[in-house]
């Protein structure tokens, strides 16, 4: 089979299964001229045209500032395809890698990466554009699951796609499900241009390293390159120990528990509803803020393995905010919220020392706060209907 058609399988297959691609999408298509960009180009085109849904694509290319960039190849080949390539000056980007760069071998890829990520996503915002295609596939998401294993300590990759709320763009990866050696058989075949990569640190990153080994895998053990592929949307077959996470805060069975699954977020937003607005009467809309949530690391407080309180934390303005401390009324006055509470602030400082954790504490608790060493800061204030002042402690 003909490298397009096994690529555009994948592509309709990535987009029917993560909901990729809609009605009137208007997508920019970072174009860097290597051979997966070019491909994830050439491809789209041809995508518009049997997929039955009305989109358009903006291919565009960032001039970074690299020595020897030039355009000229990838302005003649969109030109073939009836697209007109858009250039966007981005210089300055080279010139704060180099001085980011400092002592390390090469330039801070990862400084980079952001970097493009925000200079394409302003060309879309300013061209009226709602998502940018990204040309990440399949093998680029097995290596950065991987980098971030070995390197990172989290088992992670890139998503199918990703949505930015302050500048409301989406991020898509079309080819997700792509084969790398596919991409590579349609280059050939359609004799499509690609340019040679400007980038210094080209071909000897950490990434190469990590293609290098699975590579070697690959061929040992043959059924891993489609295993490690299907594992990572095999939700049906996850199995790891973060569910099963126990945090001891003493031997009479109180702890603080991750919320991982869906069944400890339900217990969480339950205790809150109990307590905040029920109890409280916070208004639903000022308790469960949707941004919030998706920004906190939150917790269960429980004492034998039943919830009875909730607490989350997140960084802002380089502080460690708690928030959300909530003990059932059944179980106060025993001392659990004040030993839970003192807990989770050791263990914040103990994985980020040294830092400040700060939170807005209700007014009649700051004598509560107090003794565990946290000061007041400022006037108090109303929030949610309710008076609060900012207490802080740094470790």
Not at 67 to 96: A, H, Q, R, W
Not at 340 to 368: G, M, R
Request: net charge neutral.
């Amino acid at each position: 089979m003909k490298a397009i058609r096994t690529i555009l399988a994948c592509i309709r297959n990535a987009d029917k299964t993560y909901n990729l691609i809609q009605h009137g999408d208007k997508i920019v298509i970072g174009l860097s001229g290597g051979k997966d960009s070019v491909a994830l180009t050439y491809a789209l085109s041809l995508y518009q045209k049997f997929s039955h849904t009305d989109f358009k694509i903006q291919p565009v290319m960032l001039d970074l500032g690299f020595p020897g960039f030039n355009p000229y190849e990838m302005n003649k080949f969109c030109e073939s395809l009836g697209l007109k390539l858009l250039v966007s000056d981005n210089t300055d980007v080279y010139k704060i890698l180099q001085i980011q760069q400092k002592d390390a071998k090469h330039l801070p890829c990862s400084i980079c990466s952001r970097m493009k990520k925000a200079a394409i996503n302003k060309v879309a915002k300013e061209i009226g554009f709602n998502k940018v295609a990204f040309a990440h596939h399949a093998d680029d998401a097995i290596e950065t699951l991987l980098m971030n294993e070995i390197y990172g300590a989290r088992i992670a990759t890139f998503s199918p796609k990703m949505h930015l709320e302050r500048a409301d763009i989406e991020f898509i990866r079309p080819l997700l499900i792509v084969r790398e050696n596919d991409i590579t058989r349609l280059i050939k075949e359609e004799n499509l241009p690609v340019c040679s990569s400007h980038c210094p640190a080209d071909k000897t990153t950490t990434r190469e390293d990590i293609k290098s080994f699975l590579n070697d895998l690959y061929h040992k053990i043959p059924a891993s390159k489609d295993n490690f592929l299907t594992m990572l949307s095999n939700y049906e077959r996850e199995d790891v120990w973060g569910n099963e996470i126990y945090h001891q805060i003493n031997s009479n069975g109180l702890c603080l528990k991750p919320v991982v699954s869906a069944m400890d977020a339900m217990k969480m937003l339950d205790i809150r509803h109990k307590v905040f607005v029920d109890e409280q009467n916070i208004k639903y809309e000022d308790e469960f803020i949707e941004n919030e949530e998706k920004e906190a690391k939150s917790f269960l407080i429980t004492l034998n393995e039943t919830p009875i309180g909730t607490i989350r934390y997140r960084f802002i303005n380089n502080e460690y905010k708690l928030e959300r401390f909530a003990i059932l009324k059944e179980y106060r006055g025993k001392g659990y919220g004040k030993e839970a509470f003192n807990y989770f602030a050791e263990f914040i400082a103990a994985k980020y020392n040294p830092c400040t954790i700060s939170f807005n504490a209700q007014e009649y608790l700051i004598d509560f706060y107090k003794e565990l060493g946290f000061i007041t800061e400022g006037d108090i204030f109303l929030e949610a209907g309710i008076k609060h002042i900012k207490m802080k402690k740094t470790y």
